[in-house]
Protein backbone atom coordinates (compact mmCIF):
# COMPACT_ATOMS: atom_id res chain seq x y z
CA UNK A 1 0.00 0.00 0.00
CA UNK A 2 1.52 3.34 -0.59
CA UNK A 3 1.41 6.25 2.00
CA UNK A 4 -0.68 7.90 -0.33
CA UNK A 5 -3.24 5.66 -0.04
CA UNK A 6 -3.03 4.84 3.98
CA UNK A 7 -3.04 8.55 4.24
CA UNK A 8 -6.32 8.91 2.53
CA UNK A 9 -7.65 5.75 4.67
CA UNK A 10 -6.72 6.88 8.06
CA UNK A 11 -8.93 10.19 6.73
CA UNK A 12 -11.60 7.93 5.86
CA UNK A 13 -11.21 6.16 9.22
CA UNK A 14 -11.44 9.44 11.09
CA UNK A 15 -14.23 11.03 9.19
CA UNK A 16 -15.74 8.05 9.86
CA UNK A 17 -15.58 8.30 13.69
CA UNK A 18 -16.46 11.56 13.62
CA UNK A 19 -19.45 11.09 12.15
CA UNK A 20 -20.60 8.15 14.18
CA UNK A 21 -19.99 10.49 17.25
CA UNK A 22 -17.45 8.14 18.91
CA UNK A 23 -14.75 10.39 19.61
CA UNK A 24 -15.59 13.35 22.04
CA UNK A 25 -13.91 17.01 21.35
CA UNK A 26 -11.67 15.97 24.20
CA UNK A 27 -10.29 13.15 22.50
CA UNK A 28 -9.70 15.22 19.73
CA UNK A 29 -7.33 17.69 21.35
CA UNK A 30 -5.81 15.09 23.35
CA UNK A 31 -4.86 13.60 20.23
CA UNK A 32 -4.03 16.91 18.44
CA UNK A 33 -1.75 17.69 21.81
CA UNK A 34 -0.28 14.33 21.56
CA UNK A 35 0.92 14.70 17.85
CA UNK A 36 2.39 18.30 18.63
CA UNK A 37 3.92 16.72 21.46
CA UNK A 38 5.82 14.26 19.63
CA UNK A 39 6.27 16.04 16.06
CA UNK A 40 9.92 16.26 15.03
CA UNK A 41 9.75 20.33 13.71
CA UNK A 42 12.72 20.30 12.54
CA UNK A 43 11.97 17.77 9.32
CA UNK A 44 12.17 19.92 7.14
CA UNK A 45 16.01 20.49 7.47
CA UNK A 46 17.02 16.65 7.54
CA UNK A 47 19.35 14.91 5.23
CA UNK A 48 17.50 11.55 5.87
CA UNK A 49 14.70 11.91 2.90
CA UNK A 50 12.59 9.03 5.28
CA UNK A 51 13.23 11.19 8.47
CA UNK A 52 11.85 14.30 5.97
CA UNK A 53 9.18 12.23 4.60
CA UNK A 54 7.75 11.11 7.80
CA UNK A 55 7.99 14.54 9.53
CA UNK A 56 5.85 15.85 6.58
CA UNK A 57 3.51 13.29 6.75
CA UNK A 58 3.00 13.74 10.40
CA UNK A 59 2.58 17.57 10.03
CA UNK A 60 0.08 16.62 7.53
CA UNK A 61 -1.80 15.09 10.52
CA UNK A 62 -1.73 17.88 12.74
CA UNK A 63 -3.05 20.12 9.93
CA UNK A 64 -6.05 17.94 9.41
CA UNK A 65 -6.95 17.81 12.83
CA UNK A 66 -6.35 20.92 13.26
CA UNK A 67 -8.72 21.62 10.57
CA UNK A 68 -11.37 19.65 11.80
CA UNK A 69 -11.21 21.36 15.37
CA UNK A 70 -11.58 24.26 13.71
CA UNK A 71 -14.78 23.44 11.47
CA UNK A 72 -15.78 22.61 14.77
CA UNK A 73 -15.56 25.89 16.23
CA UNK A 74 -12.47 25.67 18.35
CA UNK A 75 -10.51 28.23 15.75
CA UNK A 76 -8.73 30.19 18.89
CA UNK A 77 -8.17 27.24 21.31
CA UNK A 78 -6.28 25.25 18.02
CA UNK A 79 -3.80 28.18 17.53
CA UNK A 80 -3.54 28.66 21.24
CA UNK A 81 -2.29 25.01 21.66
CA UNK A 82 -0.76 24.89 18.40
CA UNK A 83 1.72 28.33 19.66
CA UNK A 84 2.75 26.08 22.99
CA UNK A 85 4.30 23.31 21.24
CA UNK A 86 5.90 24.94 17.56
CA UNK A 87 9.57 25.51 18.33
Given amino acids: MK ?5 QLIREEI ?3 LKEGQLTDQKLFNKL ?6 H ?15 GEYQHEEIKDLMKQ ?6 EEKVKKLYSM ?3
Fill in 69 to 74: LKNLGY
Fill in 33 to 38: ESLLKT
Fill in 3 to 7: KSEFR
Fill in 15 to 17: SKV
Fill in 85 to 87: YKQ
Fill in 40 to 54: DWTYFMSDDHRAYKR
